[in-house]
Structure formats: C-alpha cells, structure tokens
C-alpha cells in the first residue's frame, strides 16, 4: 500500500473547480416587486396582504410571488438593521400596524414605498442575506418552473452529456423539486412543448452515470444546508457521486447508492465517515449493517473536517484509492481489514507517525 503522509495539521484550502462539467443554472435574485395588494376581511376589520414577486434570472429566467403583511415586513426591516446594517430611514416612515380602514389611496402609496424598500435593500446588500431569502421564500421557489427548466435543459443536452460521459453538477434545491414533482398530480408537459416534457428529467437521470451535488453560493449554503432534503434512488445508473457542501442528514436513497458506486467524492460535508458510511434503512434509525459499498474502489473524503478514520471504513469492502488529505486525522487506524487497498492519501493531517 503506498501511503502520502504530510505532518502538518493545515486548514483546508480552495479546491479548484473541475473543467469540462455541465452545471444546471441555478439562478441568483435579480428583481423584488411589490405588485399590488388585496384587503380581506378579517377581526377587527380586516388584513392588507401585499403581493410580492421575485425574480430570478441566469441562464433561465425563474419567477415566483408570495403574499406578506405590514406587519412581516417590519420585522424583516427589524432584523436587517440589527444583523446587516441597513439604515432605519430606509424603511417607509409609518406606524407598526397598517389598518384596512386606512384609505386605499394610502395604502396604494404604502405598496410603492415598500416597493422601492425591496429595491433599495437589495441594492444596497448586493447578496441577500439569509433572513431576506426566508422572507421571500426561497427554499419553496415553485416546483413547476424548476423541473420545467430542468427538463428543458435534459432535452437539449442529455443526448451528448451521456454519450460524452460528462459530470452533471446540480444543486440540493433542483434535486428537491425533482422529488416533489414526482407527486404532484400535474400532467407531465405542461406547457405542451416537448422539451418541457418532466418524462425527459426522468429518462435522463435515470441514465445518467456521474453527479455532483453542490450547495449554492457561500450567501445561500445555509439555507439548504439546513432546510432542503433529496432523495438519490431514481438515479439507478450513477456510478460516480460527488457531494459538496451537503450534509449526510440531507440525502435519502444512500441505500441504492452503497449498492452501486464505483466512487464517491465528498467534500465539505462531514466530520464523523459513519455518518456517511452507515447506510440507514428508509423509515429506521436502525444501520444496515450488512449493506456494504460492494463496488465502490474509488473514495476520495478529502477537505472534511474528519477527526478519526471510525470502523465504518470497513463497509468499503473493495476499496483500492483512498483520499483522506486536508483534514484533522491524528492517528492511522481501522484500515487493515481493507484487503485491496492499493494507496491512502493522509496528507496535510495531524499525524505524526504511522505507529499505532
């Protein structure tokens, strides 16, 4: 076995971005409106609810409106002037609550104000923090637009990218709407046009053989990371799996992935490998402890925040590469029993020595 041994313990730097991979375009913010408003009636005579729209644009363009009250705008301006330093005269100068019995000609004057406030916060942040995404919604951006894009861009380069046996790079969030659109009682092309047909998506990742899942900017990574969940069992035939910035908790279908990969790449995702390894049954908090990654060779866990090299390496019957580099690793243990492990890479650790 050939062994790279570096005895420094050195934070992890930048990893370069791989070339020649094909990314699904997950947009940014670019436009916040406030539409209009509506007054329903309600206790104490009644509830003005402001329409707002968002939208985002990339390669795509997506777009989503949701309904918010005077009174959630307060406490969002409340929060960005406490944790982000916007200016407390930005926000329109009138009282707390915003009554209906106010005249319409003056809550119309209010929906252009807190109009020109979204404006104004986003230009002035540039990057929405996360409480501004929380209060637009973000992690629920509609279903529908999400899997219609994907579904698009599968139709016009699914062809070449499984010909060419390219790496898909795709986010938590596209990888969630997929999951849901499965159950929505849609009919599967919506607009009509063939390449929005969601059969395509499910032709094609079907067949796709390697991915990478990567959380969004450094601005929005908590939001999914803390929010969104996927599930990996409808891609039966992907071999080569990257995570990036994704928590083990997040994924379902690791069952199907054990019994499948041929290499798996995690970074910036985990600090304990059992997490990882230890397969959950669907609906148990019991391990599958019989289910082992039977024809995985290739792992690389490298720029992790990995302590220890548990027992649960072990799972990894028919391992020969193993990465292990840019971590906290301080001592070498529990890889004996890997029988076919031809080079560990133990680089930039904090072991030592190899004794022990």
Known sequence: MDLALASTCALSPVRPKEEGMVVFDMPNVTSIRVAKFEVRPAAGGGTVYFLVEVVLEGDSCWQWSLEKTFEQFVALHKTLVEKHGVQQDLFPSVGKKLLAQQKLKMINQLQSQLDRYLASVLDVLGLPPRELLDFLEYK????????????????????????????????????????????LPVVSS?????????????????????????????????????????DLSLFKGLTVLGLEYVRPSQVTGMDSMARQLATLE??????????????????????????????????NFAFNELETIDASINMLPSLTRLDLSYNAI???????????????????????????
Not at 269 to 278: I, P
Not at 333 to 355: A, P
């Open 266 to 299: 995690v970074h910036h995702s985990v600090q304990v490998l059992q997490d990882l390894l230890l397969v959950q049954c669907p609906g148990s908090d019991l391990p599958l402890s019989g289910v082992q990654w039977t024809h995985l060779t290739c792992a």
């Open 140 to 183: 629920y951006t509609d279903v529908i637009s999400v899997t219609r894009s994907l579904a698009s861009f599968a139709y016009e380069h699914g062809d070449m990218i499984l010909e060419e046996d390219k790496v898909v790079q795709i986010t938590p969030l596209q990888l969630y709407c997929i999951k849901r659109r499965m159950v």
């Open 190 to 230: 919506e607009t009509g046009h063939l390449c929005d047909d969601f059969g395509n998506l499910i032709d094609f990742v079907q067949k796709l053989h390697r991915m990478k899942i990567a959380s969004p900017p450094e601005h929005l990574s908590d939001v999914f990371i803390s929010n969104i969940a996927f």
């Open 330 to 356: 301080t001592k070498l243990e529990n890889l004996s029993e890997l029988s076919h492990l031809e080079m560990v890479d133990l680089s930039y650790n904090c072991i030592k020595s190899l004794q022990g």
